[in-house]
T-cell receptor
């Protein structure tokens, strides 16, 4: 089962920052937090990941709380093309694969 | 560069038929994953390969599901005697590394299987 909790849906006005929260209260010290998104009829797309420190790339910023029990993905200037389901994933250190457990994600709708 | 590709993109099978779904990972990627995504749900793990070795098949729902990656590159997911509950999108992902799982997975577009 997924170890993360996300709101099922969110709206954001175009051009504004979209802040997507995720709770992962049982995260272990060596587990990373990953964010992926899935646009309709496409495969999931990697956005960003982090361990302890805040991270930023050309797509988004990831803010991880000091206790690592929650994080927030920030899309600084949301566009209509950012409408997608966003998955917050904690990487499970399983033997061999370290597969992802996706959960149901947050459906973000960017409104014109 | 080329990403992960999957074929066919759409497959319709009659119940009881066998199907084979193909995944071409990013060249040189060591790890390969298969996921199943039911309508309205997130992807669920099926199986994992490191090179040609299938290291984890704990997510395969039944013995009708079989995956292989004989040369450590292309992988095939085979479903025997398909049933309606097998209808889903099957996603393949690859990762550059084997043991170091801090790297991200790159996903293909998926194969949508409909069993009638």
């Amino acid at each position: 089962d997924a170890k993360t909790t996300q709101p099922p849906s969110m709206d954001c006005a175009e051009g504004r920052a979209a802040n997507l929260p995720c709770n992962h209260s049982t995260i272990s010290g060596n587990e990373y937090v990953y964010w992926y998104r899935q646009i309709h009829s496409q495969g999931p797309q990697y956005i960003i990941h982090g361990l302890k420190n805040n991270e930023t790339n050309e797509m988004a910023s990831l803010i991880i709380t000091e206790d690592r029990k929650s994080s927030t993905l920030i899309l600084p200037h949301a566009t209509l093309r950012d409408t997608a389901v966003y998955y917050c994933i904690v990487r499970v250190a399983a033997e061999g694969g370290n597969q992802f457990y996706f959960g149901t994600g947050t459906s973000l709708t960017v409104i014109p | 560069g080329a990403g992960v590709s999957q074929s066919p993109r759409y497959k319709v099978a009659k119940r009881g038929q066998d199907v084979a779904l193909r995944c071409d990972p990013i060249s040189g990627h060591v790890s390969l994953f298969w996921y199943q995504q039911a309508l309205g749900q997130g992807p669920e793990f099926l199986t994992y390969f490191q090179n040609e070795a299938q290291l984890d098949k704990s997510g395969l729902p039944s013995d009708r599901f079989f995956a292989e990656r004989p040369e450590g590159s292309v992988s095939t997911l085979k479903i025997q005697r398909t049933q309606q509950e097998d209808s889903a999108v099957y996603l393949c992902a690859s990762r550059r590394t084997g043991g170091d799982s801090s790297y991200e997975q790159y996903f293909g577009p998926g194969t949508r299987l409909t069993v009638t």
